[in-house]
């Protein structure tokens, strides 16, 4: 589990939550001050409005994929940059030693099937040139299956404030019907208020991160892949490992780039 979301998202709300019922005079916890804030028919506008709206603009698979997509946010994403640059390395020293061939058993046991791809064309053959369009069209492919994902939640943190302004018109309107009661003003002031309310929170604690957060995660593995793809096309034209080691690094971070040497440092 990413326990940077997860205690992002629950912190969150703790502070709302402390933000409602902590009374400054009293310096006590007033828990009374909870019901008010929850308004049925303003969860039914807000959140109701903006998500049949995003469903309104995208197919159902792909809205209801993009609901999926939240999970995807609360697990750690599998990258380990120096791992992946030693695999590539090590399979260039069995190339160099025993052939491109020998890297078809080596393809067997690999897990990520990006890379196993890449190396069963190298095995067959294929034009270096060919190898590159095709693991460069599958990566294209990918990153705009995430950027569908991506939109969705935009698309929800565009929509939730709209919705909540719409909720607070409406509820202006039944307020201003009943001026000549003067003691419903204040509470159906409140009640209008809230779907702003929500919708601010709708965008702001939920969708902008969740957004921001499958944003970063694709740029990971966006970046992982273009590793592999370099790497392997290193390996296709007999590059010296050392050679391809240093041009993969190139894609790191200085502080991966650093442990990575300790870690070398420490084996030898």
């Known amino acids: 589990m990413d326990l940077a979301s997860i205690l992002g998202l629950v912190i969150c709300g703790i502070l709302i939550v402390f933000g409602i019922v902590f009374d400054e005079d009293t310096m006590s916890f007033l828990f009374s001050n909870l019901p008010p804030f929850f308004n049925v028919p303003s969860v039914l506008i807000t959140f109701g409005g903006t998500f049949m709206c995003v469903l309104a ?16 946010i609360l697990k750690v994403p599998k990258v380990d940059e120096a791992a992946v640059i030693h695999q590539i390395i090590d399979l260039s020293n069995i190339a160099r030693k025993e052939g491109l061939l020998a890297l078809e058993e080596s393809a067997n046991a690999l897990e990520d099937e990006f890379m196993k791809k890449g190396i069963l064309l190298i095995v067959d053959g294929t034009d270096p040139e060919l190898v ?7 990566l294209i492919n990918i990153d705009s299956r995430h950027k569908k994902l991506i939109a969705f939640w935009k698309n929800v943190g565009a ?6 302004m719409i909720g607070t018109l409406i509820g202006l309107i039944n307020m201003l019907r009943n001026l000549s009661d003067p003691d419903s003003i204040g509470p159906n002031m409140s009640v209008a208020l809230i779907t702003t309310l929500y919708g601010s929170m709708l965008a702001n604690w ?44 190139s894609f790191l971070s200085p502080t991966i780039r650093n442990k990575m040497a300790e870690e070398g440092a420490g084996e030898n």
Do not use: C
Request: charged fraction near 25%.
């Open 206 to 249: 939920v969708a902008s991160p969740v957004a921001t957060k499958l944003a970063t995660n694709n740029d990971i593995e966006i970046m992982m892949k273009e590793v592999m793809i370099e790497g392997l096309l290193s390996i296709q034209a007999g590059e010296n490992p050392r050679v391809i080691e240093e041009k993969l690094k």
């Open 132 to 138: 590159r369009n095709i693991l460069e069209t599958e």
């Open 159 to 164: 929509m939730g404030p709209a919705w909540g």
């Open 57 to 72: 603009s995208s197919p159902l698979k792909d809205f209801i994929n993009g609901l999926k997509s939240f999970m995807l």
